[in-house]
C-alpha cells in the first residue's frame, strides 16, 4: 500500500486553465503538506494542514486554494494557471509537530503550456 | 530565520570510492537536521535525522551524517559509493511551532562506473 498517494502523476494544460492535484495518506497523521519543486529543484514549502486546520501559508499567489476534507486527504487547486506554475507539486504527511518525519509522495508533475 | 547552505551542485565520484556531502545550516531555533535522496523521477525518501543526542546518526543504504553545531554544519558521508546512489541528494533544517522543512538547493551525486 502506498503511504502519501498523489494524483495525476502528470498533468499538462493550457495557461489560464483550472486543475486540481490530490493528495492522500494512509499513514494516519495529522498533518499535511505541498512543496513546489522548480525547475532547478528547489523545494519550497506552500501550505500545511494539521487535523483540516491551515497552519502554513507561505507567500503563494492566491490563485493556489488547498482544501483538506479530512485529515487524510489535502488536494491543491489552482486557478488561472500561469507557465511559471510549471513545476514538480510533493504531498507529505508528518504526525504532528516537529521534529516528526515527512513522508513524501511521488510527485506530479504540472506543465503549463 | 532558517536556512540551509549545500556549497556542491553536483559531486562526481567514481564507484567504490568514499564521498561527502556537504551541508551548513543557520536557525535560532531548536535544530532538527534532516538528508532526503531523491532518485529520478521520484518522490524525496529520508536518509537519516538527527533530532538530538549522539552527533553521528547513521541511515539507510550505508549513509551517515555528523551534527557539529560549532561549524553548524551536517555532512553527509558514505564510505563507499554504487551506481546506484547516483541521485539527488537534500539537506533539510526542521523545527519551530509548525515543523516546515527548509530545503537546500540539493546536490546531484553521479556516481561513475
Known amino acids: 500500500d502506498t503511504a502519501v498517494s498523489q494524483t495525476p502523476k502528470y498533468l499538462v494544460t493550457q495557461m489560464g486553465n483550472d486543475k486540481s492535484i490530490k493528495c492522500e495518506q494512509n499513514?494516519?497523521?495529522?498533518?499535511m503538506y505541498w512543496y513546489k519543486q522548480d525547475s532547478k529543484k528547489f523545494l519550497k514549502i506552500m501550505f500545511s494542514?494539521?487535523?483540516?486546520?491551515?497552519?502554513i501559508n507561505e507567500t503563494v499567489p492566491n490563485r493556489f486554494s488547498p482544501k483538506s476534507p479530512d485529515k487524510a486527504h489535502l488536494n491543491l487547486h489552482i486557478n488561472s494557471l500561469e507557465l511559471g506554475d510549471s513545476a514538480v507539486y510533493f504531498c507529505?504527511?508528518?504526525?504532528?509537530?516537529?521534529?516528526?518525519?515527512?513522508?513524501f509522495g511521488p510527485g506530479t508533475r504540472l506543465t503549463v503550456l | 530565520a532558517q536556512s540551509v547552505t549545500q556549497l556542491d551542485s553536483q559531486v562526481p565520484v567514481f564507484e567504490e570510492a568514499p564521498v561527502e556531502l556537504r551541508c551548513n545550516y543557520s536557525s535560532s531555533v531548536s535544530v532538527y537536521l534532516f538528508w532526503y535522496v531523491q532518485y529520478p523521477n521520484q518522490g524525496l525518501q529520508l536518509l537519516l535525522k538527527y533530532l538530538s543526542g549522539s552527533t553521528l546518526v547513521k541511515g539507510i543504504n550505508g549513509f551517515e551524517a555528523e551534527f557539529n553545531k560549532s561549524q553548524t554544519s551536517f555532512h553527509l558521508r558514505k564510505p563507499s559509493v554504487h551506481i546506484s546512489d547516483t541521485a539527488e541528494y537534500f539537506c533539510a533544517v526542521g523545527g519551530g511551532a509548525t515543523n516546515k522543512l527548509i530545503f537546500g538547493t540539493g546536490t546531484l551525486l553521479a556516481v561513475q562506473p
Open positions: 494542514y494539521n487535523n483540516k486546520e491551515l497552519i
Open positions: 499513514l494516519g497523521h495529522d498533518t
Open positions: 507529505a504527511s508528518a504526525v504532528g509537530g516537529p521534529p516528526d518525519t515527512q513522508y
